[in-house]
Structure formats: C-alpha cells, structure tokens
C-alpha cells in the first residue's frame, strides 16, 4: 500500500517552516501547472522577449518559498501569487523593452498613449506598462478584480480555471468580476 502525498496546502506550510524536502516535492508538484501557465502566457508575447518558460517558472516558485519566502496559506493562495510574482517579471521585462526603444532611462509609459485594453492577449510592452501602473492604483481598493486581472491577464488562465481550480467561487462571479476589472482598467487608462 502506497502512502498518500502530501496536497500543496500541507507542502506549503512545511516548506513555510524551512523543511527542504517539502519544498523539494512542491516543486515537483506545482511545477506543471506552473509551466503550462508561463508557456500559455509566453506563447502570446511578441517575437525577441527576452524571458523563458523555466526562467520565469523558477524566479516565481522563489520568489514564494524560497529564501525570501511569502507567507501561502493554500493552494489557492499559491497560484494567485505565482500570478502575481510572474506579472511582475513579465511587466519588469516589457519596461526594460520599452525603455529600450526610447534610447534607456526608467521612464513610465504615458497612459495617454496606450492602446484601450480589449483583448486579455495584448502584449505590446506599453499596454502591459499601463495595465500594471493601473493595477497597482486599483489594488488598494479593489483587490479581488486586481486578482482576475494578474490570474488571467498575465498568467493565461481562464476565468473558469480560476473559478473552478483556483479561487473556488462561481464562475458568474468571476466573469463578472473580469468585467469589473476591464471597465475599470478603461477607466484609470483613459
């Protein structure tokens, strides 16, 4: 008789308390998911970014349990923020395309000259600059629609995984939570 695994929950909170092992093998077990996410979402950016599939699996699995560690409670948690740490490399990687092209410099993108935000597949670097400068002015106040936006925006899930796989709440309620966020996003880009 085999023994059962461990679940991501329980992985979580002994790699949370420094267990190697247990960070070893929720590796192993979120691993695919996580690559299917960054390959989804990579296969939509445009030709020359610079960031790979296990790049950008790796830096986000770090990010949160590796020394530096955030606090995941569940799985749900855990995916939401692996969305979250991969916008933030993917953003940090569409600034330094863009600032590129305007000869270096950290300069912001204007939200005036970005596109309105129509298509979650968008992946011109200065659309994605705006989303996330807008994101991060929405985020106080309307945290739950910032994490539709991080879930299926920059991590290519779609609203029913996040439904039914991540948050675990209707999908009319992300649906409409997307929504939300899409006319607010308008909004604070307009």
Not at 37 to 58: C, F, I, M, N, S
Not at 118 to 134: G, I, W, Y
Not at 155 to 164: C, P, R, V, Y
Request: glycine share 4%.
């Amino acid at each position: 008789m085999s023994t059962p695994q461990p679940d991501v929950t329980t992985l979580l909170c002994l790699a949370g308390s420094g267990d190697r092992h247990a960070e070893d093998e929720l590796f192993r077990l979120v691993e695919p998911e996580l690559r299917r996410r960054a390959k989804a979402y990579l296969r939509r950016e445009r030709p020359g970014h610079e960031l790979q599939t296990t790049v950008l699996v790796d830096e986000a699995f770090v990010k949160l349990v590796g020394k530096d560690r955030t606090t995941c409670e569940n799985r749900s948690q855990f995916y939401a923020l692996a969305a979250k740490a991969m916008r933030r490399m993917l953003v940090d990687e569409a600034r330094q395309r863009a600032a590129a092209k305007r000869g270096g410099g950290d300069q912001s993108a204007p939200l005036d000259r970005v596109p309105e935000l129509t298509d979650p597949t968008a992946s011109d670097p200065l659309t994605k600059l705006a989303v996330d400068e807008a994101l991060k002015r929405l985020e106080e106040d309307y945290p739950k629609l910032v994490e539709i936006v991080n879930l299926h925006y920059f991590s290519g899930w779609s609203l029913k995984q996040i439904a039914e796989d991540i948050l675990c709440i209707p999908y009319t309620t992300v649906k409409r939570r997307w929504q939300q966020a899409r006319a607010r996003l308008r909004r604070e880009m307009s």
